[in-house]
């Protein structure tokens, strides 16, 4: 039976901590499973099963929501599809559920393509990759969107894995977001304003254990610039210059025997969304059965950016953006 998720794409690499794996799939570009030395390092799902809440997704051309999918552009009122009925919000961009193209294939890389049309609410169009790499200590992702129609286009990109650490219950993990601000939201999860962190169950930059979080919330990344002596200053979140060399913004789980996996991103990644259901579907020996589970979202832009323009990039024609994001692990050799 053909995969619910298309075309399996197969990446293997020896690394000095073990053999990894990565399956990514051709429908939305998502990263399906990703392993080292046997240990599952996002939550995994069957190949005769859709991705469960967005799991490993691409989200281009916007991450996260869009309140009503209303926007406006040159005076006009746009509306795009409400894909989130519940909340009645537009959400996870044009492409999550739309098969990629392959472009090139390595045994430990594969790149694949996409075009998002010019449609009812986005009346633009767009070339885009995403690469996969295997490497050494983790896994490299690099998109490119390039602008082919005639008008600037709105752009934000994002991605949708959710960590964990195969042998240790996702509860008893630490996470750490080194953010000071959250973005406050309404009841249907967009945003109204934005608040410290400091004092309150939302700050998360020293680490707290899985179990005590309930969260699906937007945070503005503190970046880190690199300065002399290889240590880090942090920028502001207000978008402050970034001149220098820049270390990556890193999120991390981390297990109790010090074993630890991180999404990191680049400068674009000025925003982050960590979501933790208490029912995902997460993989057992029977198959997959309710569980807590831990989704931290590289973001270029938050949600509702095409209304409040926060993040967002307005591409002319022609040009192409780069952006990129990964997983690190430590500890994981011997």
């Known amino acids: 039976m053909r995969a619910a998720t298309g075309t399996q794409y197969e990446l293997r690499a020896a690394t000095p901590s073990g053999p990894a794996l990565a399956i990514v799939t051709e429908v939305g570009a998502g990263l399906r499973v990703y392993s080292v030395d046997g240990i599952d390092l996002v939550e995994t799902f069957p190949a005769s ?14 991450p996260n929501r869009i309140r009503d999918g209303v926007w406006m552009h040159d005076g006009l009122e746009q509306q795009l599809p409400i894909n989130e009925p519940l909340e ?20 430990a890389a594969v790149t694949l393509a996409a075009t998002v049309f010019p449609q009812t609410g986005y009346l633009f169009q767009l070339d885009t990759t995403v690469t996969y790499a295997l490497t ?17 286009a709105p752009v934000a990109i994002g991605a949708h894995p959710y960590l964990k650490i195969g042998g240790v219950p996702t509860e008893d993990l630490t996470l750490t977001v080194p953010t000071r601000t959250r973005i406050e939201v309404d009841e249907r999860l967009n945003p109204v304003g934005e608040a410290p962190v400091d004092g309150t169950g939302y700050d998360l930059r020293a ?39 820049r270390a990556a913004v890193e999120h991390s789980l981390t297990a109790p025997n010090g074993r630890s996996v991180t999404v990191w991103g680049d400068e674009n990644m000025r925003y982050v969304q960590v ?15 309710p569980g807590r589970a831990v989704a931290v979202e590289p973001m270029t832009a938050p949600a509702n950016a095409f209304n ?21 692990h430590t500890g994981l050799a011997g």
């Open 136 to 152: 050494d200590d983790g896994l490299d992702v690099t998109h490119t969107v390039r602008n082919v129609g005639t008008d600037t």
């Open 49 to 62: 099963s859709i991705p469960p809440r967005g799991a490993g997704t691409v989200l281009v051309p916007w």
């Open 308 to 328: 409040t323009g926060a993040g967002l990039r307005w591409l002319p024609p022609g040009e192409t953006w780069t952006v990129r994001w990964g997983i690190r």
């Open 88 to 107: 009645h919000n537009a959400i996870h961009g044009l492409l999550a559920g739309s098969p990629y193209r392959l472009l090139d294939r390595g045994t």
């Open 275 to 289: 979501f933790t259901p208490r029912a995902f579907p997460v993989d057992g020996p029977g198959g997959p059965t």
């Open 207 to 245: 680490g707290r254990t899985v179990r005590d979080l309930d969260l699906d919330d937007g945070f503005t990344v503190t970046m880190r610039e690199t300065v002399s002596g290889g240590d880090t200053d942090e920028l502001d979140d207000d978008g402050d210059a970034f001149d220098g060399d």
